[in-house]
């Protein structure tokens, strides 16, 4: 009967996991300039995970080479000392979504699932909905402008309160 038990606790989970998992959209934008998001971009808000924990001040530039790929280089301070993190980034078939390594070979998906008309902010995740970004070519967003980003990432399925709003100077 345990185990019985325990096979229902485990099936009800994995379900639990995956319609979570299903129920976010992590579309990404159908057109874009890349030469458009190059440049300097302000973290405004991101969900917590391992390699940002206790960053503030998180910036984000990224810089076109000739190859057409991207150079990616975030920095950041987790207290008095400043982390720099240089990537390397491909496009690929979407024009939405660039493949972002940090580690030798190991890529990552970039989904820009969200950018303004004028360009001054966009909302980036990933493959997992584990990983959401709020990025900005200023170091804050106008009041108005968060909540209407922050609408769009709720309605795309992400749990925003999960949000950490990220210090900038």
Not at 135 to 164: F, H, I, M, W
């Amino acid at each position: 009967m345990l185990l019985g038990i325990a096979l229902l606790l485990m099936f009800v989970t994995a379900c639990g996991y995956g319609a979570g998992r299903d129920s976010v959209n992590r579309s990404t934008v159908t057109s874009l300039d890349l030469k458009s998001i190059m440049g300097l971009w302000y973290e405004i808000a991101r969900f917590d995970h391992h390699f940002e924990r206790d960053m503030e001040y998180v910036t984000a530039t990224y810089t076109l080479l000739p190859d057409g790929s991207v150079e990616v280089k975030n920095k950041g301070m987790r207290g008095d000392k400043e982390h720099v993190s240089i990537g390397h980034a491909k496009t690929t078939d979407n024009p939405g979504r660039l493949r972002v390594s940090f580690f030798w070979k190991f890529y990552s998906d970039y989904n820009i699932m969200a950018i303004a008309p004028d360009g001054e902010w966009m909302i980036v995740g990933s493959k997992s909905p584990k990983y959401l970004w709020i990025l900005s070519r200023k170091p804050t967003l106008p009041e108005k402008t968060l909540n209407y980003v922050v609408t769009l990432a709720a309605q795309r399925g992400y749990n925003v309160d999960k949000l950490k709003y990220v210090k900038q100077r």
